[in-house]
């Protein structure tokens, strides 16, 4: 190819926006050629290769963008170690129809059993998708509300969080939320309602939440707005942390029992 024909055609890939093919013309040219492709699959194979950096990129970006606080995967779920759970239902939760419909998803469980890990599994899974998602811890989630509230942006925060396509919250339940800190969730759930889908991990079972929220009347509203379109998945079993501890002798089996009876939901 002549200098004046190269870059006439990187200028306009660049025009197009075609970043993937524009660097790799040659490499691509040359491809082509070994293989012998007749134009249409030329055509493709070029098509092919730009789709793919493009999602490359996308994916990357809403990786960074979700601020997952580790990288987990299904793939690296240890599902014999949580034998109440079933693997068909969790991949079918990978497929994202739930995320798709708005729909809302609870992992409820010990500490300890996996939930977070599989809230950061689906959420990267959403992304590979094509959903946009957002990861916060319950207390990080308060803060935000808590200080926009305080500072007269409580209704731009709520904007900004019903952006994203999915919202994981992760440990809701671990601290009780004050009433004003309840109020201030329950708009967030109802802005997001039949609109965004909600993934939220917690050690309480739903009928606790009364507790977790200090009212038992704002907790149904919350609840109500949650379970309409919903998955609940609970999980009972050992912690992964505790069982390791417990078996290199480092905690009293008897008491680690009874903890984590007390624990289940």
Same mark, same amino acid.
Request: net charge positive.
């Given at each position: 190819?002549?200098?004046?024909?190269?870059?006439?055609?990187?200028?306009?890939?660049? /025009?197009?926006?075609?970043? $993937?093919?524009?660097?790799?013309?040659?490499?691509?040219?040359?491809?082509v050629s070994r293989k012998e492709m007749n134009f249409h699959e030329a055509l493709s194979y070029f098509c092919e290769q730009e789709v793919?950096?493009?999602?490359? @990129? @996308?994916?990357?970006?809403?990786?960074?963008?979700?601020?997952?606080?580790?990288? /987990?995967?299904?793939?690296?779920?240890?599902? !014999?170690?949580?034998?109440?759970?079933? &693997?068909?239902?969790?991949?079918?939760? *990978?497929?994202? /129809?739930?995320?798709?419909?708005?729909?809302?998803?609870?992992?409820?469980?010990?500490?300890?059993?996996?939930?977070?890990?599989?809230?950061? $599994?689906?959420?990267?899974? $959403?992304?590979?998708?094509?959903?946009?998602v957002c990861f916060l811890t319950a207390t990080g989630l308060l803060t935000q509300l808590s200080n926009a509230h305080r500072e007269g @942006?409580?209704?731009?925060?709520?904007?900004?969080?019903?952006? &994203? !396509?999915?919202?994981?919250?992760?440990?809701?339940? %671990?601290?009780?939320?004050? @009433?004003? *800190?309840?109020?201030?969730?329950?708009?967030?759930?109802?802005?997001? %309602?039949? !609109?965004?889908?909600?993934?939220?991990?917690?050690?309480?079972?739903?009928?606790?939440?009364?507790?977790?929220?200090?009212? $038992?009347?704002?907790?149904?509203?919350?609840?109500? /707005?949650?379970?309409?379109?919903?998955?609940?998945?609970?999980?009972?079993?050992?912690?992964?942390?505790?069982?390791?501890?417990?078996?290199?002798?480092?905690?009293?089996?008897?008491?680690?029992?009874?903890?984590?009876?007390?624990?289940?939901?």
């Open positions: 190819m002549t200098t004046i024909y190269q870059d006439r055609l990187e200028h306009l890939l660049t /025009r197009l926006k075609l970043t $993937a093919i524009r660097e790799r013309l040659n490499n691509l040219l040359d491809e793919a950096h493009k999602d490359e @990129r @996308r994916i990357s970006m809403g990786m960074s963008i979700a601020k997952f606080p580790f990288t /987990r995967d299904l793939d690296n779920f240890d599902f !014999k170690a949580q034998p109440s759970l079933d &693997p068909k239902q969790i991949h079918e939760l *990978a497929t994202c /129809r739930w995320v798709g419909n708005g729909d809302a998803l609870l992992l409820l469980g010990p500490p300890g059993v996996g939930k977070t890990h599989l809230a950061v $599994a689906l959420g990267r899974e $959403a992304i590979k998708k094509g959903y946009s @942006r409580f209704d731009e925060k709520l904007i900004q969080l019903s952006k &994203p !396509k999915l919202l994981i919250i992760d440990e809701l339940g %671990y601290l009780p939320f004050e @009433r004003n *800190a309840a109020n201030l969730f329950f708009q967030l759930i109802s802005k997001r %309602y039949e !609109k965004g889908s909600i993934l939220a991990t917690s050690n309480r079972a739903i009928g606790e939440w009364g507790m977790v929220f200090g009212d $038992a009347i704002m907790a149904t509203a919350i609840l109500d /707005r949650l379970l309409h379109h919903s998955h609940v998945i609970t999980i009972r079993g050992e912690s992964y942390r505790l069982k390791e501890k417990r078996k290199s002798g480092l905690i009293n089996p008897e008491i680690f029992e009874k903890k984590n009876s007390d624990l289940q939901v």
